[in-house]
């Protein structure tokens, strides 16, 4: 996963090669213009002094995008890796030969040498190796500087794409990319791969999305974006994967204002967690896992999720003694989100339950809620939970963990429209 500078725009993978065959196809790359052998004489002649070579104006190699991505073993990380080559005066050289090279386990390259274009830029793709953990690659110019490139390959198969548009600190990118990957720990099994076309028509609810990105998803992405001040928050659906049992979201856009940040504070890697669930389809896709919602019935209905694994998960949690009503119980108050979180009264500080400012940080993501994505057809890994225990049985009655008012219930930041599918509006974020 890489939080994307939109400006670079690379195609993404699978995107068909536009230069010769077995090109990296990557806008902005000079990589195989030459063909193979004609290139490779050409290194060789400059680095035996016949021709002049830009290598020796090159004083830094500068990391543009493609750094700190996540993916899994033995898999094409999801962007280019794309660095710059500057002289002593800060400015692009161009026609410098980057040379990428991957430390032994770690992977392999597209390229080994790329030729730096007009804007002094080099692109290679980077398939990692088959060992989960820290993965490092080097970009170089013969006798002379070279970078440091970072990656993690991960034991899950299932990857969350994280496109970030210009407006979001790195601090907060950083606190995001950790917010799913989180949810990879849990949700391990790869899904089947969406491709986004060339002449792909945005849909309406997501139109103005700088970040659109040809080529393939996999398995799943998140673009966000920042609203204009004095513009609510938006999230949207952007695309489904068909099932044979149902439609999955597999492409969310979720625009963002100001004050969603400003409410989340330093804690926004719990808050991004989760509204990545909500993403995932926590709530949203339960469909008819959900029973008696409070739309029907109001406050105060007898709300619940039915899954057995996930109420087997619930009873060791410390719920086999809970009878104030039926197994999971799921949020009934409007003003904490009814009908999309786990009842607060009963799970207290837990990832799916409404946030509050009294949450902080390290908030538990329960086998309860793993095992409730597992209903939603994810494969999961339990044993990535964390540990939890219900509120007791007297902490059980209906009772708020703060009183509302400035901060209180209004977590999620002000109203934004849900939208699901094709421009229909379902739900209000909650105040």
């Not at 709530?283 to 709300?303: C, H, I, K, M, Q």
């Amino acid at each position: 996963m890489l939080m994307d500078n939109p400006r670079q725009n690379p195609a993404g993978p699978g995107w068909p090669t536009t230069r010769a065959e077995g090109g990296l196809g990557v806008p902005g790359t000079r990589a195989a213009r030459l063909p193979g052998l004609l290139a490779a004489a050409l290194v060789l002649l400059a680095h035996a002094g016949c021709l002049t070579s830009p290598d020796s104006d090159v004083r830094e190699i500068e990391i543009v995008s493609g750094n700190e991505q996540f993916q899994g073993r033995d898999r094409q990380l999801n962007d280019p890796v794309v660095v710059r080559a500057v002289d002593d005066t800060g400015n692009p050289v161009t026609g410098a030969t980057i040379e990428f090279a991957p430390a032994p386990g770690n992977g392999s390259v597209s390229y080994h040498m790329v030729e730096t274009d007009s804007i002094g830029e080099a692109a290679v793709r980077w398939t990692l190796g088959g060992e989960a953990g820290a993965h490092s690659m080097t970009g170089s110019v013969r006798d002379g500087p070279s970078v440091e490139i970072r990656a993690t390959a991960r034991v899950s198969d299932f990857d969350i794409h994280v496109v970030v548009e210009e407006g979001f600190t790195l601090e907060q990118e950083t606190a995001i990319r950790a917010a799913a990957e989180r949810w990879t720990d849990v949700i391990v099994g790869d899904k089947p791969d969406l491709v986004i076309p060339e002449d792909y028509q945005v849909p309406a609810q997501c139109e103005g999305i700088e970040t659109l990105s040809p080529g393939m998803i996999d398995d799943f992405r998140v673009s966000l974006s920042m609203r204009p001040p004095g513009e609510g928050s938006r999230l949207a659906i952007c695309e489904f994967r068909s099932t044979p049992m149902s439609r999955e979201p597999v492409w969310i856009h979720f625009a963002m204002n100001e004050n969603w940040l400003r409410v989340f504070g330093s804690d926004i890697q719990e808050g991004m967690t989760h509204h990545v669930g909500h993403l995932l389809g926590f709530g949203y896709f339960w469909s008819s896992f959900l029973r008696n919602p409070t739309t029907e019935e109001g406050p105060g209905a007898d709300t619940h999720f039915v899954d057995p694994a996930t109420i087997a998960a619930f009873d060791a949690a410390g719920g086999s003694d809970w009878t104030e009503g039926s197994k999971v119980p799921v949020e009934n108050n409007p003003l904490r989100g009814a009908d999309f979180h786990w009842r607060l009264s009963v799970f207290g500080k837990e990832i799916m339950t409404l946030p509050t400012p009294v949450w902080g940080s390290n908030v538990p993501m329960s086998a309860i809620t793993v095992q409730s994505m597992a209903a939603l057809g994810y494969e999961v890994d339990v044993s990535m939970a964390d540990p939890f225990v219900l509120l007791t049985a007297g902490a059980m009655a209906e009772r708020d963990l703060e009183a509302p008012g400035p901060g209180g219930w209004c977590f999620h930041g002000e109203p934004a429209e849900v939208i699901y599918d094709r421009g229909h509006i379902v739900g209000i974020v909650y105040r």
